[in-house]
């Protein structure tokens, strides 16, 4: 009030001293304005009252929010005022203002530490509704660690039978560190975290004993932090996160409370993120063993159809070939006995030319026969399987040496054979595959190339593989490849080669495929089991054939009258029946007999009950089986009824050679 006094008042009654002096103001004039001068200065008093005032009022109010904010700091000593000293009500006010201004600075800074980590949390949040690879941890990470800003980081999951802990995602770590670091569960920070499932706070690594640096070379200074990680109810990993120190002196502080709440509650997020990458994962693995799976059934469901298609045409092919046989038994024997019987050497060239037709006939219906699995191995020996290949290659050098130098191309044969153990078979029939696959892969040579023929053995299996760089085949002619009558060489092929193939190893036990593309070559190889037994026989020679007297058992009248004669020719003797039940009825009348001879395919009584009816009531008495049938041979019980057994149409020398082995009776 003095200072406001002094400051309007004294100006005033200087003028009017002044201008009384000087004689230019009357008395009248001198007392009004000494008058205004007072109203003057009671005026500015009141003014300047007042907003002192609510200066001071408004100073106590900042203190008093100050205060409750968390108390005031140490107040400053105010700066003097030239010629009025301290005036404490500004200085109160400032401090108020500049405290107030520091307290708003801080609030900003943890506000947008705040929101910082509120978009983290929102990102990752919004993350979890997409699906997500295992790498996205990595991401998870760096995020997390952005917010809180640390410096190093990991994330450890559980192996195996969660007995360890390894690192899934790291960042600030050496890669050697990452990929050699195993934690057992209950050991370390880490594996202690994850056993009881509380977070462990270190604010100075350099003063606690569980850091070894000399041994841990991950974190040397700063402060760090270990969370579990849960998912369901369930700890599935742990977070480890450090601050380290800027190497200048200065540390960049321990985790705040704060930084705990928001990793806390991350912690919830962050689970389900990992456990959705380890089911990702796991997902991947079972779809990929899925796959492989399906790939395996469609293999299986594929050879299992392409053998019951193989079967039931075989089995539809060997009844053909029966009623085929005794047409093709009746020519060729009618042809045998007119060129017993003709000198004239024209005539006996043109029978000659049918006796070759038929047997080239019977031969392609035995090839339709032997291509399902109805013929089983007859007598398997050891076989070795290299040296057929080396026989076979020689054999068939003229073909693809020889005439390929004439025709102007070159193939090389190339032979890639491992140490292999014998298996047990025909080597005539495995013979014919390896030469009907060599003959196949120079086919598909036109301009010439390489066939490359190689062997190898597994534990329970020899393996044979022949491919060659040819023109391939197109996915449908592979799926058919192994159809009987099926080619694509024109009407110079019968199209029986590689079903033929097919039915011989898989009567040997053994499996057979067909890789290939077009412009690519192909590949066909073949397996076959090793151990197999392999039979044993004392080698004899044929006795003198001797005249016998033969019970002759058949069906078909024209192939009966037909073998009869040619028996007949060899000074045999034959009696004739149409069945079964008539045959058995002229051994009961005691009509001698030295051996029988009997049909398989009869009605009412197959040759097979003629056969077990005979070896029973007159057991020396020799049997033989005639037959257009391949299965006669597949039941090895019945088979051993029979002294031997032989295939329509009957090759007269064969039929001599077994006949010479009987001794007449009488």
Request: proline share 5%; net charge negative.
């Amino acid at each position: 009030m003095t200072i406001c006094g002094l400051v309007t008042l004294l100006p005033l009654l200087a003028a009017v001293w002044l201008l009384g002096h000087g004689e230019m103001l009357s008395g009248t004039q001198i007392a009004l304005g000494l008058g205004f001068a007072a109203l003057v200065s009671i005026l500015g008093c009141l003014v300047v009252s007042r907003t002192f005032t609510e200066i001071s009022r408004l100073a106590a109010r900042a203190r008093a929010i100050l205060g409750e904010a968390g108390g005031q700091r140490a107040r400053l000593d105010p700066a003097p005022v030239p010629a009025l000293g301290r005036v404490a009500e500004l200085s109160s006010l400032g401090h108020a203002l500049e405290e107030l201004t520091e307290r708003l600075q801080a609030s900003t800074t943890r506000f947008g530490d705040v929101l910082g980590k509120l978009d983290a949390l929102t990102e990752i949040v919004n993350r979890e509704g997409r699906p997500s690879p295992p790498e996205d941890l990595d991401g998870v990470l760096d995020n997390t660690m952005r917010t809180v800003h640390a410096t190093i980081g990991s994330i450890m999951l559980p192996v195996g039978d969660r007995r360890t802990l390894r690192i899934a995602a790291a960042r600030g770590l050496p890669a050697d560190v990452v990929v050699r670091t195993e934690v057992p569960v209950g050991d370390g920070i880490a594996g202690t975290v994850f056993a009881s499932g509380e977070a462990v706070f270190v604010d100075d690594i350099a003063t606690d004993p569980r850091f070894e640096k000399e041994n841990d070379p991950k974190y040397q200074s700063g402060s760090f932090i270990c969370l579990p990680i849960r998912a369901a109810g369930q700890v599935i990993g742990v977070l480890n996160l450090s601050r380290k120190d800027s190497g200048n002196g200065l540390r960049p502080g321990a985790f705040s409370p704060s930084d705990f709440q928001f990793l806390n509650t991350l912690m919830t997020y962050i689970g389900y993120r990992v456990q959705n990458a380890e089911l990702k994962s796991q997902t991947t693995r079972s779809t990929i063993a899925l796959e492989q799976t399906l790939d395996d059934l469609k293999n299986v469901q594929a050879q299992l159809v392409r053998g019951e298609t193989l079967r039931a045409i075989g089995q539809l092919a060997s009844g053909m070939a029966h009623h085929l046989n005794n047409l093709f038994m009746v020519i060729s024997g009618r042809t045998q006995l007119l060129t017993a019987k003709l000198a004239d050497p024209d005539l006996l060239r043109h029978l000659g030319l049918i006796e070759q037709s038929v047997r080239d006939a019977a031969e392609v219906t035995r090839r339709v026969q032997r291509f399902s699995r109805v013929e089983p191995v007859a007598e398997p020996v050891h076989v070795d399987l290299d040296a057929l290949i080396a026989e076979v290659v020689e054999l068939t050098r003229p073909r693809w040496h020889d005439e390929a130098q004439v025709r102007g191309i070159t193939i090389e044969v190339e032979v890639q054979c491992g140490m292999m153990d014998t298996v047990a078979g025909e080597p005539s029939a495995l013979r014919e595959v390896i030469m009907n696959l060599l003959l196949n892969a120079m086919d598909a040579l036109p301009s010439g190339g390489t066939v490359t023929i190689r062997t190898w053995q597994t534990a329970s299996s020899v393996h044979c593989s022949v491919s060659d760089t040819g023109v391939g085949m197109s996915e449908e002619v592979r799926r058919r490849a192994l159809e009987p009558f099926f080619t694509t060489k024109g009407p110079r092929s019968t199209g029986l080669g590689l079903s033929v193939n097919y039915g011989i190893v898989k009567r040997h036990g053994g499996e057979l495929t067909v890789d290939s593309a077009l412009g690519k070559g192909s590949t066909v190889t073949f397996l076959l089991p090793t151990g197999g037994r392999v039979a044993h026989h004392a080698s004899t020679s044929d006795p003198e054939p001797t005249p016998l007297r033969l019970l002759l058992i058949d069906d078909e009248a024209h192939v009966r009258d037909t073998i009869g004669e040619l028996l007949d020719r060899d000074g045999h003797t034959v009696i004739s029946a149409e069945s079964g039940e008539e045959g058995l009825d002229i051994l009961e009348r005691g009509v001698e007999i030295d051996a029988v001879l009997t049909d398989l395919g009869m009605p009412r009584m197959r040759g097979w009950r003629v056969a077990e009816v005979v070896k029973h009531r007159w057991p020396e008495l020799p049997v033989g089986l005639l037959t257009g049938w391949l299965e006669a041979a597949a039941a090895s019980e019945q088979v051993s009824q029979v002294d031997f057994v032989l295939f329509k149409p009957i090759e007269v020398s064969e039929l001599r050679r077994r006949l010479a082995r009987i001794q007449p009776r009488r």
